[in-house]
Nanobody, 126 residues
Framework: QVQLVESGGGLVQAGGSLRLSCIASGRTFSRYAMGWFRQAPGKEREFVATINWSGVRPYYADSVKGRFTISRDNAKNTVYLQMNSLQPEDTAVYYC???????????????????WGQGIQVTVSS
């Protein structure tokens, strides 16, 4: 059974930073793409960032480019999302997801991810 568990969320002031972690189990983590999505209150879930299975091709939504960094440690079965210069509009529940066996191109569509974490709240105060 594949499980993804996010951690590192919380409350931060605008301009601050947080690092989210997502630990995966139940599949060969290193062979799959990992992604981060978020869902703000009253909005649809949206793509944030993804990294391919080998970790050499990160890809970001325009809204977070230059502020967020996705990375992975395959030895620890963990993907990270470093979030800097946080703004109130970054407030959302953040989800990690896994999919795309040995992908090359970035995966941004939700339907291409087959397992999801339970989500973690990130709140940015102004």
């Amino acid at each position: 059974q594949v499980q993804l568990v996010e951690s590192g969320g919380g409350l931060v002031q605008a301009g601050g930073s947080l690092r989210l972690s997502c630990i995966a189990s139940g599949r060969t983590f290193s062979r799959y793409a990992m992604g981060w999505f978020r869902q703000a209150p009253g909005k649809e879930r949206e793509f944030v960032a993804t990294i391919n299975w080998s970790g050499v091709r990160p890809y970001y939504a325009d809204s977070v480019k230059g502020r967020f960094t996705i990375s992975r440690d395959n030895a620890k079965n963990t993907v990270y999302l470093q979030m800097n210069s946080l703004q109130p509009e970054d407030t959302a529940v953040y989800y990690c997801a896994t999919g795309g066996f040995q992908n090359s191109a970035p995966i941004v569509a939700e339907y291409e991810y087959d397992y999801w974490g339970q989500g973690i709240q990130v709140t940015v105060s102004s």
